[in-house]
């Protein structure tokens, strides 16, 4: 699939035709993404152990045949193209020829990182009861 998360793509057909978002999830054996902002359904939770219902709002995922990338120059619907640079395989966009960036993606924490965090906050607190 030629989607990446963080992509910002257009829908090109439904019921959210013309909007735009960004891709938060892709379902590659569906040939799916979950786009934020768009296909939005409200689930209705009954409650429990004496919780009251809620309404959840979610967004479901949408086909990715109903979905086009940006173009970065433009801001229309491309399609994405692939260049070769040296060893490197890059995305363009059709349309204007534009290199389409890598998004960075979002680092899980580490365990090693989170008993750092840990530590250092009992250091601290160490010392402010210390004074």
Do not use: C, W
Not at 66 to 90: C, F, H, L, Q
């Amino acid at each position: 699939m030629k989607f990446r998360i963080n992509d910002s793509v257009i829908v090109i057909a439904g019921a959210d035709r013309g909007k735009i978002g960004t891709v938060t999830k892709i379902i590659a054996s569906d040939n799916r993404v979950v786009v934020e902002g768009i296909n939005k359904h409200i689930k209705h939770v009954k409650g429990r152990d004496g919780q009251g219902g809620e309404r959840v709002e979610f967004f479901a995922p949408i086909h990715v045949s109903n979905v086009a990338i940006a173009d970065p120059k433009s801001g229309k619907a491309t399609r994405i193209g692939y260049k070769m640079e040296g060893k490197t395989k890059t995305r363009i966009a059709k349309k204007s020829g534009e290199v389409i960036l890598k998004t960075a993606k979002a680092k899980k924490p580490t365990a090693s990182s989170s008993a750092k965090a840990t530590a250092d906050k009992k250091k601290a607190a160490s010392e402010k009861s210390a004074k």
